[in-house]
């Protein structure tokens, strides 16, 4: 169930990066502010009732609830959310303003890279956000680097400049910037999934409103500051990607979120399969867009999707095996795979 859902995860994703694509391709070029206020619109919607529902249960004295690092909420140490869904701590509230900030900056050069580049391109080099994990990780938390990740980290880089090809300027179509934007939008991304992982003690569903909420109201201030945010007519067809769009990304969210909370110890595994939304998009790609890869981006592709698979297998296995002393010693814990979630959801 746990690899199904994963699967259904990154096919959901590559559906979400083909919608913008069509979108883009018919209609011309679209706001990126437009794109994520519906999607943050539609997001928040859809997860505000089981949200409210946690929030609910984890307030009433009669439960026992578990929060997400797996220590009973009935523990001397303070609750991770007040009553209202906030997180009460200092170091919390920063992470948080980190996952919504650092997300919104990251899907708005996502979004205006992917209407320029190759959809296989862009989603290649966006995953290579694993690798931006484990150096941020380094450089905050002074956190130790294995040799093996080493390696891996300089064949994903490898596979970025090959599928970049920056001594490549005959393709007038594809404008440099965009690539630095995709690249840029992967780093952000390897801070933001590094804020999940610190933010373990929070609900997933405040996260989650959190970010929806916040990215929706940055998304109209200051898309209508920059005069750059505006929506199609109610009769047009743009709408029916649009839906699409929002649709597909919730989907993967949950799809994710639930996929890795069945998976328990076995996370690691799990988590590579989310690399299946390259190839799913390599796929749309050719057969609804008429793109294709040269040799060197296919050479590259391969580099980036081998190393950061194995980047995140290796991280989450390592977790594993540190949380197994503890689930052995204590039967009725909880298997601290949650960080593992966390740390993994990029």
Known sequence: LAAGLVALGSLCFSFMGLSVKLLSDRYGKFSSFSLIAVRSALGTVLNLPPAVWAIARASSPADAVLDNSGADAGEPSAPALSRCGCPTSRRSWMWLGIRCLGGFCCIIMEYSALQELPL??????VYSSPAFIVLWAAVLFREPVALSVVVCLGLCFAGVLLIVRPWNNSDPDTPFWAYVLSLASAMVAGLVYLSLRELKGVSYHAVLNWFQGSNLVLAVVVGALLHDLYFPPAGSGAWVYLVAFAVTAYAAEVC???GYAFAGTSIGQVSVLKFLS????LMWGILFLGSGLQGAQIAGSCLVFAASATIVYLKTAHGEDDDKPA???KSE??????????????
């Open 120 to 125: 296989a391109v862009n989603t290649m080099i």
């Open 256 to 258: 994710l979120t639930v």
């Open 278 to 281: 390259p190839i799913f998009s």
């Open 327 to 329: 689930a052995c010693s």
């Open 333 to 346: 814990s909880g298997t601290g795979s949650e960080s593992d979630t966390a740390a993994s959801q990029s």
